[in-house]
């Protein structure tokens, strides 16, 4: 089963603007993470926030979470074609299982 | 790039035959967590290996089965191949499982004809 959820499928940019996806989920959660996966390959982490914490940065990342409301969102400023990648979130359901929602794909074009 | 390394990078198998994925974690790590991602999919959970013991498992088949290793690398063996058993197998290291980050290896693309 899915927990999260991506929002959009897919997003197509111009080099330079800022990408902004979400991820909604269903339970509560000790944590959320944001991975990116490039052509079907390994995925990299990008950010873990906690629960208790409402925003983290990362170098042009910015990830927000509002457990009230469940849902978070990966902000990408200043975009480049190297972030041309799938995006995916995946929250916690238990102390050893990851839930990961099917993926925002992310287009730059030049 | 992370310290995880997964083989083989490619595999082809026919229905009903068994294969065998290899997975060396990242240096530290006592916890393997094993991954199919079906194209255009999240991952999907299968299982957890900590410290030689399957401690989590996802919703998949008996037919799934793993092993980790006392050098923490791990094992994933799949019976009676299926059809739709045709997907990506991702292996992830960490220290804490969910709790912390996760680090993948490339992954294995198992195409089952």
């Known amino acids: 089963s899915q927990q999260g959820e991506e929002d959009p499928q897919a997003l197509s940019i111009q080099e330079g603007e800022n990408a902004t996806m979400n991820c909604s989920y269903k339970?509560?959660?000790?944590?959320l993470q944001w991975y990116r996966q490039n052509s079907g390959r390994g995925l990299v982490h990008l950010i873990l926030?906690?629960?208790n914490e409402r925003e983290k940065h990362s170098g042009r990342l910015r990830v927000t979470l509002d457990t009230s409301k469940k849902s978070s969102s990966l902000l990408i400023t200043a975009s480049r074609a190297a972030d041309t990648a799938s995006y995916f979130c995946?929250?916690?359901?238990?102390?050893?299982?990851?839930?990961w929602g099917a993926g925002t794909k992310l287009i730059i074009k030049p | 790039e992370t310290g995880v390394t997964q083989s083989p990078t490619h595999l082809i198998k026919t229905r009903g035959q068994q294969v065998t994925l290899r997975c060396s974690s990242q240096?530290?790590?006592?916890?393997v967590s094993w991954y199919q991602q079906a194209l255009g999919q999240g991952p999907q959970f299968i299982f957890q290996y900590y410290r030689e013991e399957e401690n989590g498992r996802g919703n998949f088949p008996p037919r799934f089965s793993g092993l980790q290793f006392p050098n923490y690398s791990s094992e994933l063996n799949v019976n009676a191949l299926e059809l739709d058993d045709s997907a990506l197998y991702l292996c992830?290291?960490?220290?804490?499982?969910?709790?912390?980050?996760?680090?993948f290896g490339p992954g294995t693309r198992l195409t089952v004809l």
């Open positions: 926030i906690r629960s």
């Open positions: 339970t509560s959660i000790n944590n």
């Open positions: 992830a290291s960490s220290l804490q499982g969910a709790g912390d980050t996760q680090y």
């Open positions: 240096s530290g790590h006592n916890t």
């Open positions: 995946a929250t916690d359901k238990s102390n050893y299982q990851l839930i």
